[in-house]
Nanobody
Framework: VQLQASGGGLVQAGGSLRLSCAASGRTFSRYSMGWFRQAPGKEREFVGGISWSGFSTYYVDSLKGRFIISRDNAKNTVYLQMNSLKPEDTAVYYC????????????????WGQGTLVTVSS
C-alpha cells in the first residue's frame, strides 16, 4: 500500500482544514488507518485512527471533539477534519496503515505516507 497525504497548509487559529490520504492498491479496505503528527523538536504522536470498516474511531484524548477521522473505501481515501485549530496543532501530519489492532503505537503501522505540513498562525 502506498499512501499520499495532502491538504496541509497555512491556516489562522480557529480555522479548519481537512487532510486527505489517498492509498494505492486494492487492499486498502483491509487496513485500519491512523493519523500521527510531529511538531518541530518533538516526537511523533498519535492523533487518531479508524477501523477498516470505518465504524470505529479512536482519538487521543486532547483532540477529541476537534478532530474527526473518516474514510471512503470506494475512493481509497481517509480524511482528517481538523476544526478550531490552535498554533500548537502546527506539525507535519502523517497517515499510516496497519493490519493490526494497536492504533496508538506507531510501531504497529506497516505503511506510512510522506507527511503534509500544517501551520496554524496565531
Amino acid at each position: 500500500v502506498q499512501l499520499q497525504a495532502s491538504g496541509g497548509g497555512l491556516v489562522q487559529a480557529g480555522g479548519s482544514l481537512r487532510l486527505s490520504c489517498a492509498a494505492s492498491g486494492r487492499t486498502f479496505s483491509r487496513y485500519s488507518m491512523g493519523w500521527f503528527r510531529q511538531a518541530p523538536g518533538k516526537e511523533r504522536e498519535f492523533v487518531g485512527g479508524i477501523s477498516w470498516s470505518g465504524f470505529s474511531t479512536y482519538y487521543v484524548d486532547s483532540l477529541k471533539g476537534r478532530f474527526i477521522i473518516s474514510r471512503d473505501n470506494a475512493k481509497n481515501t481517509v480524511y482528517l477534519q481538523m476544526n478550531s485549530l490552535k498554533p500548537e496543532d502546527t506539525a507535519v501530519y502523517y497517515c499510516a496503515a496497519t493490519s493490526r489492532g494497536d492504533y496508538y503505537s506507531s510501531v504497529a503501522y506497516d505503511y506510512w505516507g510522506q507527511g503534509t505540513l500544517v501551520t496554524v498562525s496565531s
